[in-house]
């Protein structure tokens, strides 16, 4: 007597998703480059990312779609297998049905993963950022494009994109106004593009206007209340601009690592700093930590209140709006606390912006939005034994024993961005130099950038 076997749609499926897990674990450590114990920790990552990432290239950028993944799939090339999903303000990302995860837009705050209550960012309200004029940098106009530094900069761009280097922006101020400015196909003057870690030195210039302000002083320990019972007790506001606090934090950006859960997993990107222990005496030891920059988003955010209203309504009122940046987004975290360490959207143009704020030693149009002083601390190094070329937040060209990058004046320092974002300030020079892309590998910035610099006269005969 023959049996009859029913095999339901249901119990296909899983012996499918099994297979696909099973295949997709035996193909990560030679392909994907994470084991088979990361596979949960890789497929958090690779969703999160992808949610994130494609909402705000789309939404803020209006990056296509091929575009957004060909640059995820910089990062792994499990990205190409994300299946992402673009709704109305929204992006879900599913990985072979492993995982998911979403990120949903708002006007005038970008997108946020959607972790947890995120209702707090329903609730904002926030009137359009306008232009104060019309040249540059009060307004739009860019009217004392140098010929022949145009020339410089659009050969640059090209040889860069020949090279397959994917340049998207690049733009010269000197004497205080865009003498040359290029961008590849589908970007222009007004597309705002991620910063990444160059929005670390924005975060600073936020804490800068505080104290100018007389709202903060860099000097008070404890930091955090959280703090006050142990040894990072010890630890002030300067150590953690410094990225010198001693905090243990892993910034490697693998499955399951501090730096990715912060970025693509947590309700609160700080949380996960803010309980890390100290293993350094403050001030001794330089360890770059994304984390740090995000305790100091936690500490502006409750210095002004613990309010997301206020603390949006700071960062418009007392720099996007002075500064003229209509085309600006600072991101925030699911629970209303700005991602200082990684979030930041701007044009190439407001990016030189606030690098002409910090040429001109913090003043713009008569008012002096962060005091000399403060500009000073900031660009000047560290005390720390092994990394003295970092201010607050901003990476130095000079202060150890040799230049970062040889071909560049000594006094010149740097925001610095994942896939090669960078905008010089170089005061000997009177400049600022603004590159915008998304290099995986590396990127020759002192050589590009040294042939965008004035160049010397020469004497005719």
């Known amino acids: 007597m023959k049996k009859t076997i029913t095999i339901t749609t249901a119990a296909l499926t899983a012996v499918a998703l099994t297979a696909v897990a099973l295949t997709f674990a035996l193909l990560a450590p030679k392909l994907l480059g994470f084991s088979v114990t990361q596979l949960g920790a890789a497929v958090r990552v690779a969703t999160g990312m992808g949610a994130k990432l494609a909402c705000s290239g789309y939404f803020i950028s209006g990056l296509d779609k091929n575009r957004i993944l060909d640059d995820l799939a910089s990062y792994s090339p499990a990205n190409r297998l994300l299946d992402l999903h673009y709704g109305d303000n929204r992006v879900t990302a599913e990985l072979l049905g492993l995982g998911h995860a979403s990120a949903s837009y708002r006007d005038g705050l970008g997108c946020t993963l959607d972790i947890g209550d995120t209702s707090v960012l329903d609730r904002v309200r926030l009137a359009p950022l306008t232009s104060n004029g019309e040249e540059w940098p009060q307004g739009e106009t860019a009217s004392h494009i140098n010929v022949d530094l145009q020339k410089r900069v659009e050969t640059t761009l090209s040889r860069d994109n020949a090279a397959g280097l994917d340049t998207r922006a690049l733009l010269v101020v000197q004497d205080g106004v865009i003498a040359a400015e290029a961008y590849a196909p589908g970007i222009d003057a007004q597309t705002p593009l991620l910063g990444w870690s160059m929005g670390k030195s924005v975060t600073a210039i936020m804490q800068g206007r505080l104290e100018t302000l007389g709202l903060a002083d860099s000097t008070v320990k404890p930091v955090f209340a959280e703090w006050k019972s142990d040894e990072r007790a010890r630890i002030a506001l300067d150590d953690l601009l410094h990225m010198s606090s001693g905090l243990d934090f892993d910034e490697t950006y693998a499955p399951g690592s501090d730096a990715t859960e912060m970025l693509f997993n947590a309700h609160s990107a700080s949380d996960i700093a803010l309980v890390r222990p100290a293993t350094y005496t403050p001030g001794e030891h330089f360890s770059y930590s994304s984390g740090t920059t995000n305790l100091i988003a936690r500490w502006i955010h409750e210095r002004l209140g613990g309010d997301v209203q206020a603390s949006l309504d700071f960062l418009r009122q007392e720099l996007l709006q002075p500064l003229n940046m209509a085309h600006t987004v600072f991101e925030m975290d699911p629970s209303g606390v700005f991602v200082g360490s990684s979030y930041l959207y701007a044009s190439a143009r407001d990016w030189a912006r606030l690098g002409l704020l910090m040429l001109n030693r913090g003043q713009w149009e008569g008012t002096q939005l962060l005091s000399e002083?403060?500009?000073?601390?900031?660009?000047?190094?560290?005390?720390?034994?092994?990394?003295?070329?970092?201010?607050?937040?901003?990476?130095?060209?000079?202060?150890?024993?040799?230049?970062?990058?040889?071909?560049?004046?000594?006094?010149?320092?740097f925001m610095l961005g994942n896939r090669k974002q960078v905008v010089m300030i170089s005061p000997s020079t009177n400049t600022v130099v603004v590159r915008l892309g998304w290099s995986a590998g590396s990127y020759p910035t002192g050589e590009n950038f040294a042939g965008l610099l004035p160049q010397p006269d020469v004497a005719s005969d």
Request: charged share 20%.
């Open 373 to 413: 002083d403060w500009v000073a601390r900031a660009t000047a190094p560290n005390t720390s034994a092994n990394e003295p070329r970092y201010g607050y937040q901003f990476w130095l060209n000079s202060g150890g024993e040799e230049l970062r990058y040889p071909q560049l004046p000594a006094d010149a320092y």
